[in-house]
Structure formats: structure tokens, C-alpha cells
């Protein structure tokens, strides 16, 4: 590699690095806690505290009240609202059930209720002003909604490309050395170098995961929005022209569940978007059902009910982007082999913190240092050192 080519790879990997790293510090920090959302959530507000375990709540066990009863109690429980989302848990009576002023509400504006399907209590709701709530707010859109989301994506891709600069100008740096070498006998950024070296190596395809699930992340309301305009906008073709169904003309959900069972039998319902929110038409109930396998049971496929009716639309599977968006998602926060993952994603994150403090120690002494001494280092296989 020519001086000029790593010339150009080192100050890729410096500005990169720099103009994200602040904001993946905080990523960092407020992911720990929610790395574990679901065990904090056990030990703080009991959500999984519930009568008949093993039976779900998105089931038609006996015993299970109707869900036209569980929506009268959520409303009765927010006068003057309507009907968002409803949510099952497919291992317990427990479902949430989200309520807005409009259909189409801004997530602030959301109540989400929880209930005990099998006795219709409710048994609390969820705390917006929680500190689990704020920290996923800060982690996703530093409670700027979309521009935050898009911004925090953006850092993510320069995260990523950081990544990818670190790793060219590895190579070069490394091949008079053996891998794993930490120069302890020498100076104060040396020994951190070789940390900032070895770190970044050991933890490189979880960072490459983890930003790439990011970027997607950040992208979720963009493809909604895309799905609606496109795929959903075509299972609704014969509703064009027609007005939207209004929320003192729903039909029974029970009803439309029963119709969406029979369209696709054997899996499980995961949750139902009523009319006029992201997640549905105008018209219709979308009730999007899931797997029966811990990597399929990410993957979707929503079925439209008339919401007036009760008639059966049409069912597909969520397309491609949407399957990306619906896999990204646990893995970005290691949600899918129980806690001994998230206890190696937890411990990943550490690395990263010290990744990215290491690699802002250095810049600050880089800056004492020239880019052509620097350049040198890199080109030599660490043989000359910048003077401190």
C-alpha cells in the first residue's frame, strides 16, 4: 500500500471517527440497560407476573376473555381516545393494548395499557416518564422523532465506515507485529494503541452487526411509510376513493381475528394495527401474525380485515426491506438466544466504550503529532513512533 493510499485510509478512519464518536459513547451507554429491558422490566414492574403461565395470550384457550371486552375496558380506561395497536404475548395471558386521540397520533401521544387477558384486569400501564423509556427514546431519537432517528442512523453509517477505514489500515500497521501484541514497555499511547488495536480486532464483526442493525433501525418509519405507499397501498386497491372508516363504525375484532385465523392458519398473531395508523389502511384491521421458530417468529405476515365487516381482504408476507428491518432489529440488541447472549452483548459494548475512549485519547495526542508522522508509523508496521 502506497503512502498516499494509507494517507487517505487514515484520514477516512480520523474524521469518521471523530464526527460519530461522541454520539456512540451515548448509543453505548444508554444500550447496556436496554440490552437487558426485558429482566429490568420483570424485577421493576412485574410484567410477567401473571396467572395461567404457558397460556398466551394471543390464543383462544378457555378462560381467555374476548378481545371486544379488553378493548372496551382500555377505552373505558381513556375516554375520548381510540384504538392504535393491540399486542399479544404468545407464553402468557399478558397483551398491551395502545390508545391515542387520532389514529395517526404522534408516539408521545400514545397510552399504552397492560391487561391479564385472563381475568380482563388491567394491570398497569406503561411508564412514559420510566427511566427504561427515556433511554430508549435517547438510544433512538434522542427525542428529536424522525430528524434524531435519521441523524443517529447517519453516525451509525460513519460508525460503520470507521470500521472498515480501522481494519484496512490494520494490515499495514500489523505486519511486523504479532497479533495480539500489547507494547506495555512502551509509552503511554503505544500501550493504548495496541489496546485500541486488539479491542477493535476481537470485537469487529459485532460492531459491523451492530451498526449495520443500527443504520436499519434508524430507517424503520422510512420503510413503513414506503411499505404503505406500495405494498399495502396494493392489497387496498378496491378501497380507493372510499372514506375511512371511522372509529364509531369498527366491527367486532373478535370477528375480524376469527376471519384473519382462518386466512392463515397455524401461526400465532403477534399484534393488530387498527385503521389509519402506520401499520394499516383506512379501512381495515392489519393483523400481522409470525412464526412458530425463534428466527421465523421475527418474520411477518399481515393479514387485512375489513374493519366494518369483517370480510376478508387479502394476506401477504412483509417484503424483503420490512424482513431486514424485522431481523435487525433483536439483533442490534441481542434478543435472540436468551440471557447468556445479552451478557456477551453487554460485554462487547464494554469493549466498544473502551474502543471509542482509547481512540479519543489518541486523536487528542495525534494532534501533537503530524498526519505525515503518522502516516509514517503506519507505513513502517509501527516501527517509528510519533514523538509524544
Same mark, same amino acid.
Given at each position: 500500500m502506497t503512502r498516499s493510499t494509507i494517507r487517505t485510509w487514515f484520514l477516512i478512519h480520523k474524521w469518521t471517527s471523530i464526527m460519530c464518536t461522541a454520539f456512540l459513547l451515548m448509543l453505548c451507554v444508554t444500550g447496556l440497560p436496554l440490552i437487558f429491558h426485558d429482566e429490568i422490566d420483570l424485577l421493576t414492574e412485574g410484567r410477567s407476573s401473571f396467572g395461567m403461565p404457558g397460556v398466551g395470550s394471543s390464543g383462544e384457550a378457555?378462560?381467555?376473555?374476548?378481545? %371486544?371486552? !379488553?378493548l372496551a375496558r382500555a377505552l373505558a380506561a381513556r375516554p375520548g381516545e381510540v384504538p392504535v395497536f393491540m399486542a399479544f404475548d404468545n407464553d402468557q395471558p399478558s397483551m398491551t393494548i395502545t390508545t391515542a386521540p387520532r389514529p395517526d397520533s404522534p408516539a408521545e401521544d400514545m397510552t399504552i395499557q397492560l391487561f391479564d387477558r385472563s381475568t380482563g384486569a388491567r394491570t398497569g400501564a406503561v411508564d412514559e416518564d420510566g427511566v427504561m423509556?427515556? *433511554?430508549l427514546q435517547l438510544h433512538t431519537d434522542m427525542f428529536l422523532g424522525l430528524p434524531g432517528m435519521l441523524f443517529l442512523g447517519l !453516525?451509525? *453509517? &460513519?460508525?460503520? @465506515? #470507521? @470500521?472498515? =477505514?480501522?481494519?484496512? &489500515?490494520? #494490515?499495514?500497521? !500489523?505486519?511486523?507485529? %504479532?497479533?495480539?501484541t500489547l507494547r506495555t514497555s512502551r509509552s503511554r499511547r503505544v500501550k493504548w494503541l495496541d489496546y485500541h488495536n486488539l479491542l477493535g480486532v476481537v470485537a469487529l464483526a459485532w460492531m459491523t452487526v451492530v451498526g449495520a442493525t443500527g443504520v436499519i433501525n434508524a430507517l424503520a418509519t422510512p420503510i413503513f411509510q414506503y411499505w404503505q405507499r406500495t405494498e399495502l397501498a396494493e392489497m387496498t386497491n378496491a378501497y380507493a376513493g372510499k372514506g375511512a372508516v371511522t372509529p364509531d363504525r369498527y366491527g367486532s375484532i373478535d370477528k375480524a381475528m376469527a376471519a384473519a385465523r382462518k386466512a @392463515?392458519?397455524?401461526?400465532n398473531p403477534q399484534f393488530i394495527a387498527f385503521p389509519g395508523g402506520a401499520f394499516s389502511s383506512k379501512h381495515h384491521y392489519a393483523v400481522f401474525f409470525q412464526g %412458530?421458530?425463534? *428466527?421465523?417468529?421475527?418474520?411477518?405476515? =399481515? #393479514?387485512? @380485515?375489513?374493519a366494518e365487516t369483517g370480510a376478508f381482504t387479502d394476506a401477504r408476507p412483509m417484503p424483503w426491506y420490512t424482513k431486514a428491518l424485522a431481523l435487525s432489529q433483536p439483533l442490534h440488541f441481542g434478543d435472540y438466544g436468551g440471557l447468556p447472549l445479552k451478557i456477551l452483548w453487554a460485554i462487547l459494548t464494554l469493549f466498544t466504550i473502551i474502543i471509542l475512549g482509547s481512540g479519543l485519547y489518541l486523536w487528542l495526542g495525534k494532534r501533537r503529532s503530524g498526519t505525515d508522522a503518522l502516516v509514517r508509523e503506519v507505513e513502517s508496521g509501527g516501527d517509528v513512533v510519533p514523538a509524544e
Open positions: 378457555p378462560g381467555l376473555r374476548p378481545l %371486544d371486552e !379488553m423509556h427515556v *433511554l !453516525m451509525g *453509517l &460513519l460508525f460503520v @465506515i #470507521a @470500521i472498515v =477505514s480501522g481494519v484496512v &489500515l490494520y #494490515a499495514p500497521f !500489523m505486519r511486523k507485529l %504479532d497479533f495480539g @392463515i392458519p397455524g401461526n %412458530d421458530t425463534p *428466527l421465523t417468529e421475527r418474520l411477518l405476515t =399481515s #393479514a387485512l @380485515i375489513d
